[in-house]
């Protein structure tokens, strides 16, 4: 090799280069560079090695990057055939299994069920590779025996500890529902009320393991189960402790063989990467960061790049910050975010339930930020809709026409329009009304009052009264116009004369008539798919609620709000309202002059009492003008009959 004239790399440059740091130009320059000059070699042989970039490079993969579903082209776990049952779980005494779910680093998975409980379980049969040895079994019991102390509603139960034949497995809480991963794959960003919540109630399961000394390590949207009726659930607590202990090889205990099951790459907290055996409570809410970061972005803080890179990454260097990719982010959740992901452990958060309070704000459905949640998309910057990678899906509600308006009928004959088969039923007061407008006798003074005796409007201003005249049940999904009334969600009316919404953050419908002061409002439903509250939108005096029925995660019924209060807290509140998807309901909201009663199939659920002047819609909940109106939060719902019956004026 010959000595070169052209200037030398500083050795900050060369520790670089050795390292495997460098920016491509700048590497393919001093590579260049090296290759004809003995005095840059020389310098490079002093270099001492980096043991974190050491173990970076020795890294093939974490714990488990999240269950491969059955059939993925590229299985992980092939110790066990992936595509058929092993005979000693066929037979197992206790346990018949149903199905597999997936498959991943740590093992494969299968719902099952206990033949004499018939509860239903999750089956986890650990990876041989896991189990090679008499110690590593023992591991795996001391470990399953400690996450089975943990005992909290954000936390996967377990259960026992299995063997059948030479597999061990771990008896599970069985979770109906869908992880955050596939739950972002799905909806792109979700709205901030609904991810604040979802790491809110993540925090609430590590402060339960937190008090009791556990320290989960692979904190991951992957590991965060979102449950059908809301609830987020931790997946593996324990695990991944055994994972790390048991990649350990007696030859050689080093930092290399450690880094196996050292965390996720995408959401590993730079300290962990150092020494995961000493990352404590404060690395699970680095990781904890980076899942709030992705649910809010749609990727993760470094989503190119290899294992290496992306380690790098989070040692390094800050992600994109998230007001560049959403405008609709509060700027308190963005200084969250960062202070969860601060590279050093005490810039952090020091406790989960140090992240639960400053949540809170957020991430409650009667907050202030409530309303995020309404839109069916994050408002993403018009500069960043050209990036594949970020664009959002966009499921758009129904909104009002922007194109060139058509000539506006009058008054009257708009009335009469959405009054077509009153008018057609021939009711007595009704032919009157219709009688005298024909005849030209109706003067402005005499135009149909609403509830406070003033003049309707237009009813693009105000809704359209209903007549108080006769008993009969009026049928309101008929009057609906899709485009004026939609104020957030896909909406349709069916062939069948059925109204539909698409699953989606609050979507609801207005119901443009205005009511006479007392009435019976009845809608029967079907919630198909979802887990969240249908509602009844009402109008009483001045006030104008809910009723909501199998409200928030929650399974509550009642009024919504009453002096400020929600259900969580007001008189109206009933517990254990749950719908199950599937099954026809008719609810029915009677309205009073001295008190508002809620039905669910007949049965009295819940009665407010008095004048609706303290009555006011949750801010979720928020129309555009005061109006009946139908909700349905997050839940794929057909409403199969809407019908209003007037009492009295």
Excluded at 260 to 270: E, I, N, Q, S, V
Excluded at 382 to 402: A, G, H, M, W, Y
Aim: aromatic share 6%.
């Amino acid at each position: 090799m010959n000595e070169t004239n052209a200037p030398h790399p500083t050795r900050n440059e060369l520790e670089s280069f050795f390292h495997g740091t460098l920016a491509e130009p700048d590497r393919q320059r001093i590579e260049d560079h090296v290759g004809k000059c003995d005095t840059c070699c020389d310098v490079l042989r002093t270099i001492p090695h980096d043991p974190l970039i050491e173990r970076i490079h020795a890294a093939t993969s974490s714990i488990d990057d999240g269950l491969t579903p059955v059939g993925s082209a590229t299985p992980v776990f092939q110790e066990e055939d992936a595509g058929t049952i092993p005979a000693a779980l066929l037979d197992h005494p206790r346990y018949r299994i149903i199905r597999q779910l997936g498959q991943g680093g740590m093992g494969i998975v299968y719902q099952a069920e206990h033949k004499l409980m018939e509860r239903p379980v999750a089956l986890k049969v650990i990876s041989s590779r896991l189990m090679k040895n008499e110690l590593a079994v023992e591991r795996f019991h001391q470990e399953v025996k400690a996450a089975a102390k943990l005992s909290h509603r954000n936390i996967v139960a377990a259960y026992d500890a299995e063997q059948a034949g030479e597999m061990h497995f771990l008896v599970m809480e069985y979770i109906d529902g869908i992880s955050l991963d596939q739950l972002v794959a799905r909806r792109k960003p979700l709205p901030v009320l609904h991810a604040c919540n979802y790491v809110m109630q993540a925090a609430q399961g590590l402060q339960h393991a937190f008090e009791r000394g556990t320290v989960h390590r692979d904190i991951k949207p992957h590991n965060l189960m979102k449950t059908t009726r809301g609830t987020i659930k931790i997946l593996d607590f324990g695990l991944a402790r055994f994972a790390t202990q048991s990649e350990q090889s007696p030859d050689d205990p080093g930092l290399t063989a450690d880094f196996t099951a050292l965390g996720t790459p995408d959401y590993m907290a730079p300290e962990q990467a150092r020494d995961s055996k000493r990352a404590d409570i404060r690395a699970d809410l680095y990781s904890l960061g980076c899942t709030l970061y992705f649910l809010l972005a749609g990727h993760a803080p470094f989503p190119e790049g290899t294992a290496f890179e992306k380690v790098l990454g989070h040692c390094e260097r800050q992600p994109r910050p998230l007001s560049e990719i959403r405008n609709d982010i509060p700027p308190e959740v963005i200084a969250i975010v960062e202070k969860l992901m601060a590279k050093s452990p005490d810039d952090r958060f020091q406790t989960p339930a140090e992240v639960v309070e400053q949540l809170k704000p957020f991430g409650h459905p009667d907050s202030a930020y409530a309303s995020d949640a309404s839109a069916t998309q994050p408002s993403i910057p018009n500069s960043l809709l050209s990036v594949p990678k970020l664009e959002p899906k966009i499921d758009r509600p129904t909104q009002r026409s922007k194109s060139k308006p058509r000539p506006k009928a009058s008054p009257f004959t708009q009335w009469v329009q959405r009054h077509r088969l009153l008018i057609g039923g021939g009711g007595a007061i009704l032919g009157a009304i219709v009688a005298l407008m024909v005849l030209g006798d109706f003067g402005k003074d005499d135009l149909p009052t609403g509830s406070n005796g003033g003049s309707v409007q237009s009813p693009e201003q105000q809704p359209i009264p209903m007549p108080a005249a006769s008993q009969n049940w009026v049928n309101l999904i008929s009057q609906v116009d899709l485009p004026a009334n939609t104020v957030a969600g896909n909406w349709e009316v069916t062939s069948e004369g059925e109204l539909h919404v698409n699953e989606g953050p609050g979507a609801r419908m207005m119901l443009p008539f205005l009511p006479p002061r007392e009435y019976d409002l009845e809608v029967q439903f079907t919630r198909n798919s979802g887990s969240q509250s249908i509602a009844l939108h009402f109008l009483d005096g001045d006030g104008n609620a809910s009723f909501d029925i199998d409200g928030w995660s929650e399974n509550l019924g009642g009024i919504q709000n009453i002096d400020g209060e929600n259900i969580r807290t007001n008189p109206t509140r009933v517990d254990n309202v749950i719908l199950q998807n599937g099954r026809r309901y008719t609810a029915e909201v009677r309205v009073r002059r001295d008190q508002v009663q809620a039905f669910l199939d007949g049965q009295l659920l819940t009665t407010y009492r008095g004048d609706g002047s303290n009555l006011t819609l949750l801010e979720l909940w928020t129309l555009p003008e005061k109006s009946l109106g139908l909700g349905a939060y997050d839940s794929d719902t057909t409403f199969h009959q809407v019908r209003l019956r007037p009492v009295s004026n």
